[in-house]
C-alpha cells in the first residue's frame, strides 16, 4: 500500500508534508424517523452553520450525518418513543404573515399570532393587536409593500428568531409614491406562533429629508 | 428484569404506556483536539440551537457530545491534520468595535475591519471608511452611546452575523440630550474582522416629533 | 445564539450554573437485523436495568439506542454472519413450564426441561425426574396452586436465571385446605430449556404452626 | 486481497461459505468520565449479561466498549454536567449488612437500612426493625450463621435486588447444633441502602423432621 | 449479574485472568447507500485485510460494519450527495483482458485501456500499442495461454494494482508446446481502465536451457 | 440560517444544485491503545486504501478516525484485554532481509526467516536455504545489487505480502558488468517472518541477447 519512487533511501520513505492545516469536523444526528427531507435539510443546514460558528473549517470540510431510529429501536428510560412531527420553517410563518398583512388580510394574520404577541414600531408604543397598529400606521403612509433582500432565521434558546431586510415601497398619505426605503423585521417564532414583531425603517428620515 | 404485580394476567404483563409523544435527539461532533472548555461550549450551543429549529424537543431532551481526536488518530486523505485555532467568538469582535468607536480610539476600530468592510447608516450612502462615517455623523449628534438589550450571533454560510440591539443615549448637535432611542445594528464577520455593519434606528423618528 | 440582557456588563455574560450534577449515559447496541420489536424492548430494558445497576442515573436520562445491520453489512473476520433467532423470554417458559405442572401436564413440562435438569425441593434430596417428585410430594399435600406476586429474570453469564415468587394454595393430604403461604422458586434457563429449578417456601412452618 | 486458487473458474471464485450462523453485538456506552476501573467493570458485566438475555452470542462474541466523556464533551440542554459517584456495588452492601448481623453489630447493621426498611421472615409478620427480628428469632435459634453458594445482584426499575442462597448452621434453642439448612435470602437496595429483605429457608422443615 | 462459589472470600471475588492478551478492533465504514451486496463484500475484505497489515488481530476477531446512508440523510458542506457507481473490481478487468488477448480479440481488449497505458516485457521497449506487442511477440512464441495460481488486488494511492501470477503453455516459433513456465504481470487500473502492465517470465531461462 | 437574494420568489428559495455526485465516505477504526503514531499511520493508509479500493472517492474525500480505548473500557465476552504490539512493518523486514543479503551477512537474513520458509528463483527448483541459493547462483553471476523502484505491501487474509520491484546490477560469472536488468519479488511476511520468496527478472533474457 506504499510506492516508494526511485532513487530509494531506506530512512526517509515517509512523506514530510503529512500535517496540513486544517479542520474537518463530522457531526452526527441520531434522531427518531419521520422527518420530510427538507426538514431534514433545514436541520443539516442549522448544523453544518453551527459548527463553522466555532470551528474555522470551510463549508466542503463539514460532513453531517443523520441517523434515523425506528421507534422501536429507540428508548429513553427503557420506554420508546413515538415521532412528533418537526416545527414548521419559522421564517415560512414570518413571510406568509407579512403576505397577508400586505393583502389586509387581517384574519390570515391574526391566525399566526400568539396569544403573547406583542410589536414594537418606530418611535410607537408597544402594541399588542393588529387593529392598533392598522390605526397607529394610517397617518404615516396609504400603504406599504416590502422587497426582501434577506431572511435569516436562527433558534435562540426557546425561540427561532427571524430577521426580515429589504426596502420598502408605497405612498405616503397625500398619494406622493415612495420606494427604496430600507427596514428590517425581527420576529420571535414560538410553538409555530409569532410573538414578537420589532420594526426599523428609515421612513422618517426619508421624509425629513423629503 | 421485569416485575410482574398480583393478580397476574399471562397474557397482559407488558405496560401499555410505553409509547409517550417525545423527541430526545443526540448530536456528535467530531473535532480535532485543542479547543478551550469555552469555545466547545460555544459549539456545544450553537449545536443544540440547530437541533430545536427544527425538532420539537425540550431544551433538556437534546444530549450533545464533542468528541476529540489526536491529530494523529485523524486523517483525510491519509493525511494527518493539525489543529486550527477557534474562531474567535464573533459577538466579542463587534463588541470591542462598538467600544472603540464610542471611546473614539479609530486606530483600535480600523483594526477590527476587514479589507472590504462596507456599512450602511439610516438614509446615508454606503460609506467605506470611518472617517467618512465621523463626517456624516457630526451634523446628526454630538456623541452618541448605546445600552445594549440584546445581543444575537449565528453563522449564516460563509459569515457569522452579530446583531446587537438596544437604545442610544447622547446629544443633538445643540447640546439638547437625548435617551432611550431605539437601534439595531447588523454586522457580518468573516475570518475575525468585520466586514459589513447595517445600521436602523428611530433618530429621525424622535427628531420629527421632537 | 446568545442572548444578552441589560445591563451588559462586558465579562460576565456566561451563566454560572452550567454545572449541575447528573449523569445521562447513552447506549448503543449493534445488532444484526432481524428481531422482533418486542424481543427488541426485551434488550433494551435489560441495557437499560444494566446502566442503573452502576451509574445513579433516573430512568429518564438513559438513552438507549439499537441499530441494526443487514447481513450484508456486517462481518467478522471478513465473513457474513446470518441472522439467529433471538432466545426466548425465560419467564414466559418457566410460567408456562409452572401451568403445566399444575395442569399434571408431565407431557409438557418435560417437553421444557433441559437433559441436565435437576432440581431441589425443602427437606429433599436433588431430583432430576417429575414423576420423582410427584412420588415425594403425595404426602406433603394433595395439590398445590401458586400464585404469582413477582417474576424476575436476568443473565447470569451462560445461564438466564428466572425467580418465581408468591403463594401456594392447595389441600393438605387430609383435605384440609391451605392459602397464602410463602414460596419462592429459582429456575436456570439455558438454550431455552429449564435445567434447574430450586424451591423454598413456609409449607412447613406453616404446618408446625397449624 | 483475494487469492485465487488453481484451477481457476472465472464466474465462481467467491466463496459459498460465506454466511455462517452468528451473532455478535456491539455495545457502546457513553459516560462521564470519572468512574474507577472496578466500577466500569460491573457496568460491562452488566451489559454483557443485558446482551445474553436476548441475543444467543456466546460470551466471546460481545463486545463491550466504554467511551468517557469529559465535563465540558457533554451537555444536556446546553448545559454541562458533572461527574456523581458511581452507585455502591449492593451485592457488597449486602454481605457487609449480614455480617454485622452475625456479629450481632446491630448499630452497623441499622446504618445500612433505609428510612422504609421492611422484612419477611418465614411464617411471620412483615417487621421493621433489627430488634423486632431478634426477638421472633430468639425462640427459633440460639445463634445462626450463613455459608454462602450463590450471590446474584441486578437491577430491576428503581432499586437493585440481591439474592443470596446458601446454607444456615448454628444451635437450636436447647443448645442442639444444626448445619446445611438450606436458605435463601431476596434483598432491595436503593440509593445505597437495604430497603427490603425477604427470607425463605428449610428450617421448620429440619426441626419437623429432626 | 455476578455468582459466588463457595467458600466465600470478601476480598477476592473477582477474576484475576481478566487481562487476556489480545486484540479485537472493529471498524465503521459510512457510506452512501446504493452499493450492491458484493461490491459491499469486496469493501468489507479490504477493510478487514487494511486492519491485519498492522494489528496482530485472528481474522475472526475482527469487526466490520458497513452503515449506509440515503442521499437525505448525508451532506458535506450542508449539501446533499447522491450516489456514484462503485468501482469495477479490477482483477476482473484484467482477467477479461487477459481473456481477450488470448483470444486474439484486439478491439475488445483494446476497449479496456486506458489512453495513457504503457507495457514493459522482458528485455523489451516500453510498448503503448497491443498491435506492437503483438508484432514483438511474434518471434518469440507462436502462441500462449495463462493458467493462473494467484490473483492479488489493492488500492495503491489513485490506482488499483493487480498482480495475475501463474504459468505459461503453447508453442515456440517452431512448433515445439512448452508449459509449466513460471510468469507474473502487474497492472495498474485507473478509472476502470487499464494503464500500466509490467511483464516477467522465465521464458528466456527456459529457452536458454532448453 | 439562510439568505435570500433579491427578487425574491416564494415558492423557490430552495438552491436547485443541492446534488453533487460524489462519494464522502468516513472509516471509524476502534482499537486499544497502544499503538505508535508511525503505527497508526501505517493503519490510517492502509484503510484509506481500501476505501479507494472500491469507493469513487478523491483521497480528499475519505476521512479516517481512530478511537482508542483504553483496556479498562473495552471488553470482549466481559474480559478486559490488554494491548499486544503491532505488527512489524512487513516493507521494512523484507529490506532488511534483501540488504542483509547483498552483504552476504547469511545469519542476520537467516534470523529474518520462518521456519517453513520457502523460495522459487527463475527456472530453479524450489529451495529451503539461504545456502542452497548461494549455490544455486554462483553459476549465474558473481555478485548481484538492487535498486528499488517500487514496493509495494498488503495484507492477504493471513500473510502479508510484499512486492520489491526495479533493477539488477552486478557482475556476469567472467567478470562482465551488467545493470538495468528488471526484477520483481514477492514475499509473503507472517508473524514478522519472510515464509515465502519469488523471484522472476529478466537475466536470461538479457544473458540470451548479450
Redesign the interface.
Known amino acids: 500500500?506504499?510506492?516508494?519512487?526511485?532513487?530509494?533511501t531506506?530512512t526517509c520513505y515517509?512523506k514530510s508534508?503529512?500535517?496540513?492545516?486544517?479542520?474537518?469536523?463530522?457531526?452526527?444526528?441520531?434522531?427518531?424517523e419521520g422527518?420530510a427531507?427538507?426538514?431534514?435539510?433545514?436541520?443539516?443546514?442549522?448544523?453544518?452553520?453551527?459548527?463553522?460558528?466555532?470551528?474555522?473549517a470551510?463549508?466542503?470540510?463539514?460532513?453531517?450525518?443523520?441517523?434515523?431510529?425506528a421507534?422501536?429501536?429507540?428508548?429513553?428510560?427503557?420506554?420508546?418513543?413515538?415521532?412528533?412531527?418537526?416545527?414548521p420553517d419559522?421564517?415560512q410563518i414570518v413571510?406568509n404573515y407579512l403576505?397577508a398583512m400586505e393583502e389586509r388580510d387581517l384574519a390570515a394574520a391574526n391566525a399566526m399570532l400568539g396569544e403573547e404577541f406583542s410589536m414594537?414600531f418606530?418611535?410607537a408604543q408597544s402594541m399588542s393587536s393588529l387593529n392598533e397598529l392598522i390605526d397607529w400606521a394610517k397617518d404615516r403612509y396609504r400603504f406599504v409593500k416590502k422587497?426582501?433582500?434577506?431572511?435569516?432565521?436562527?433558534?435562540?434558546?426557546?425561540v427561532?428568531?427571524v430577521?426580515t431586510?429589504?426596502t420598502l415601497s408605497g405612498e405616503w398619505p397625500d398619494g406622493t409614491p415612495f420606494a427604496g426605503i430600507?427596514?428590517?423585521d425581527?420576529f420571535e417564532v414560538s410553538g409555530g406562533k409569532i410573538v414578537k414583531q420589532?420594526v426599523?425603517?428609515?421612513?422618517?428620515?426619508?421624509?425629513?429629508?423629503g
Open positions: 500500500m506504499f510506492i516508494l519512487t526511485f532513487p530509494y531506506k515517509m508534508t503529512d500535517f496540513a492545516r486544517e479542520k474537518m469536523p463530522i457531526v452526527e444526528a441520531r434522531i427518531l422527518y427531507p427538507e426538514e431534514k435539510k433545514r436541520l443539516i443546514t442549522a448544523l453544518t452553520d453551527a459548527i463553522r460558528f466555532v470551528v474555522p470551510t463549508n466542503e470540510a463539514i460532513t453531517v450525518l443523520v441517523s434515523e431510529y421507534s422501536e429501536n429507540y428508548a429513553r428510560g427503557g420506554e420508546h418513543r413515538s415521532p412528533a412531527p418537526a416545527l419559522p421564517s413571510l403576505a414594537v418606530p418611535a422587497t426582501y433582500d434577506n431572511v435569516e432565521a436562527f433558534q435562540s434558546g426557546d427561532a428568531v430577521y431586510q429589504g430600507r427596514f428590517i425581527r420589532d426599523w425603517n428609515d421612513l422618517a428620515e426619508v421624509r425629513a429629508n
